[in-house]
């Protein structure tokens, strides 16, 4: 009842019916969303957006991440971490048996080539940059691990490397295009559990089931569910709210939020429609202005 009471976002969702979340996942298919195109499918560049973290996150991963549900961080291509007793230093254990989509095996060269890449003056990606002023260096001790020193005690020196989504080098080292204007930022060769597929400009973005997945050997998953059990994401280009709604209704989507209007103007349809499932949450987030 609080959380009805305090309704954020309402979503649609086609031929979701009324299943309880507890239900079994179905295996397959392809889920079709509407977006506003994004500029790059990377979010460590500063022309990033909402939707290059939502596309670029299932593809790309970081060291750690946090569970929504209880801002408890675990780890994503670090199995597990160490913090020296000054709290100025932090070691993190990479995962032996993550793969990058094209193959190549991941290691601590990934991990110091991508934070190089943040630390370099030229490159467009001073907003994630500043999340790590304080940070001294961050240095490969062997194949799988690393350690970042700080300058001084930072109360987030863990889960701050959830904000540097992990780049291979040795894509980057076989094309030495400017990295502001790599076809990597389009196209990118990750770790995580969707595969990047086709982007057809002004139409679409599609995703793939990463079927080797490393996370697909967890047994106790965290909250970002290593085992996807959706074939194909297809990120669709609608950028009107209204006409995302009318794609909605003629079948075109499978998903949609609504604004509060669209939700009580539809309100009725939609619950007589057996093939609809409706969502009311709240999201563990803010909005603000600045002056």
Sequence with gaps: EELESRVDRMGLTSGAGTAAPTAPAQVGGTLRMAVTEPNTLNDILDVRDWY????????????????PRTLKLYGVLAERWDVSDDQKVVTYYLRKNARWHDGEAFD????????????????????????FR??????????????????????????????????????????KTDFNKHPYLRAPVGTGSYVFSEW???????????????????KDPP???????????????????????????????????????????????????PTVGISRYSLPAYSYAVW
């Design 108 to 131: 601590a060269d990934d991990v110091i080539f991508s934070w190089e890449a943040l630390q370099n003056p030229s490159y467009t990606t001073s907003k994630v940059r500043t999340s």
């Design 52 to 67: 290059s973290v939502l596309m670029g996150r299932r593809i790309l991963e970081s060291l750690v991440d946090f569970d």
């Design 200 to 218: 057809k400009t002004g139409n679409y973005i599609e995703l793939k089931r990463n079927k080797d997945y490393w996370g697909k050997d967890l």
């Design 134 to 175: 304080d940070a001294e260096k961050l240095e490969k001790v062997d194949q799988y691990t690393v350690r970042m020193t700080w300058k001084k005690v930072y109360f987030n020196a863990v889960g701050v490397m959830n904000g540097l989504p992990i780049m291979p080098k040795h894509v980057f080292e076989k094309d």
């Design 223 to 273: 909250f970002a569910y290593p085992k996807p059990s959706i074939d194909a994401l297809k990120y669709i280009v609608i950028k009107e709210q209204e006409v995302q709604l009318q794609a909605f209704k003629r079948g075109d989507l499978d998903y949609t939020s609504l604004t509060p209007d669209q939700f009580f103007a539809n309100e009725e349809l939609f619950r007589a429609d």
